[in-house]
């Protein structure tokens, strides 16, 4: 089943909202400024192709307790944040409060066209989702919304699970062998049990958090064909995977599979135009 045409759609967005809203404390003090996924993937790969130059208006779309919106701020942006979890804003806010970095958060669902346009078309020299398509049950409004808020010129950035290796239905593994002269060697891996179909689905994102969330999987044909169909262009993209290994030979851990990229980062641009970046 494709989720952007799944049945039912306005209730399973709010329950989308009321799953965010019950973790985002939790997600807020674990994640704090950002955990090592946002430090040493995700961010660093966001960074590069977006490209950001100071003064630029930046939209930072689903912005979570606002670590992506912060470090955009930092590097000189002019930030509008938006998230569907009134409980997520206030903590970002509490936190931009503390270091004063004049981010502008409102509350927009990413699923609400007529919301996402009143933010202003062609305002926006750069767009940024970051670790939230796959929350999302249906991206196709957002997508193509971000065609019409983007400045000429302007570039759309998204960072996601890769679809390949990190969904719902793939699993780290570990096995050891044992050769004649006794030596045990443990090899890593990750167990692939389905890509095309993998129907929506909850699981967790951090241990220990009192709910689970939904994910939408969509495989690289499927999500691209969206933004193909919005006018949108692939003009950069990154798999960025962990270099350094686990200190736990066993440890079920991405540490542990360097060649094996847990995230995939991607830059669009309208059709008619290329970024410079």
Same mark, same amino acid.
């Given at each position: 089943?494709?989720?952007?045409?799944?049945p039912?759609?306005? *209730?399973?967005?709010?329950?989308?909202?009321?799953?965010?809203?019950?973790?985002?404390?939790?997600?807020? *003090?674990?994640?704090?400024?950002?955990?090592?996924?946002?430090?040493?993937? @995700?961010g660093?790969?966001?960074?590069r192709?977006?490209?950001?130059?100071p003064?630029?208006?930046?939209?930072?779309?689903?912005?979570?307790n606002?670590?992506?919106?912060?470090r955009l701020?930092?590097l000189?942006a002019?930030?509008?944040?938006?998230d569907?979890?009134?409980?997520?804003l206030?903590? !970002?806010?509490?936190?931009?409060?503390?270091?004063?970095?004049?981010?502008?958060?409102?509350?927009v669902?990413?699923?609400?066209?007529?919301?996402l346009? !009143?933010?202003?078309?062609g305002?926006?020299?750069?767009?940024l989702?970051?670790?939230?398509?796959?929350d999302?049950p249906?991206?196709?409004?957002l997508?193509?919304?971000?065609?019409?808020?983007?400045a000429?010129?302007?570039?759309l950035?998204v960072?996601?699970?890769?679809?390949?290796?990190?969904?719902?239905a793939t699993?780290?593994?570990?096995?050891?062998?044992?050769y *004649?002269?006794?030596?045990e060697?443990v090899?890593?891996?990750?167990?692939v049990?389905n890509?095309?179909?993998? %129907?929506?689905?909850?699981?967790?994102g951090?241990?220990?958090?009192?709910?689970?969330h939904?994910?939408?999987h969509?495989?690289?044909h499927?999500?691209f !064909?969206?933004?193909f169909?919005?006018?949108?262009v692939?003009?950069?993209?990154? *798999?960025?995977?962990?270099?350094?290994?686990?200190?736990?030979?066993?440890?079920l851990n991405?540490?542990?599979?360097p060649? @094996?990229?847990p995230v995939?980062?991607?830059?669009f641009v %309208?059709?008619?135009?290329?970024?410079?970046?």
């Amino acid at each position: 089943m494709d989720p952007d045409d799944a049945p039912g759609q306005a *209730e399973l967005i709010a329950d989308v909202r009321r799953r965010w809203d019950a973790k985002a404390a939790y997600w807020d *003090e674990q994640m704090g400024d950002g955990n090592a996924f946002q430090r040493e993937l @995700i961010g660093p790969a966001v960074e590069r192709l977006l490209a950001v130059r100071p003064g630029e208006r930046v939209l930072d779309v689903a912005c979570g307790n606002g670590v992506a919106s912060r470090r955009l701020a930092a590097l000189g942006a002019r930030v509008i944040a938006i998230d569907t979890s009134v409980a997520f804003l206030e903590l !970002a806010r509490a936190r931009s409060r503390q270091s004063g970095d004049g981010i502008d958060y409102r509350w927009v669902d990413a699923t609400d066209e007529t919301g996402l346009l !009143a933010l202003g078309e062609g305002q926006f020299a750069a767009l940024l989702c970051n670790m939230a398509l796959m929350d999302m049950p249906y991206i196709a409004p957002l997508v193509a919304t971000a065609r019409r808020l983007l400045a000429p010129g302007g570039r759309l950035v998204v960072s996601i699970q890769h679809p390949a290796f990190n969904s719902n239905a793939t699993r780290l593994c570990a096995e050891s062998v044992t050769y *004649e002269d006794g030596d045990e060697v443990v090899s890593h891996a990750v167990k692939v049990t389905n890509y095309l179909a993998t %129907p929506p689905g909850k699981g967790t994102g951090m241990l220990g958090e009192p709910e689970h969330h939904w994910y939408f999987h969509r495989p690289l044909h499927a999500l691209f !064909a969206i933004f193909f169909r919005a006018g949108f262009v692939l003009d950069g993209l990154e *798999e960025p995977a962990f270099a350094t290994r686990h200190t736990d030979d066993w440890a079920l851990n991405w540490r542990n599979v360097p060649e @094996i990229p847990p995230v995939l980062v991607a830059r669009f641009v %309208p059709r008619s135009g290329r970024s410079e970046g």
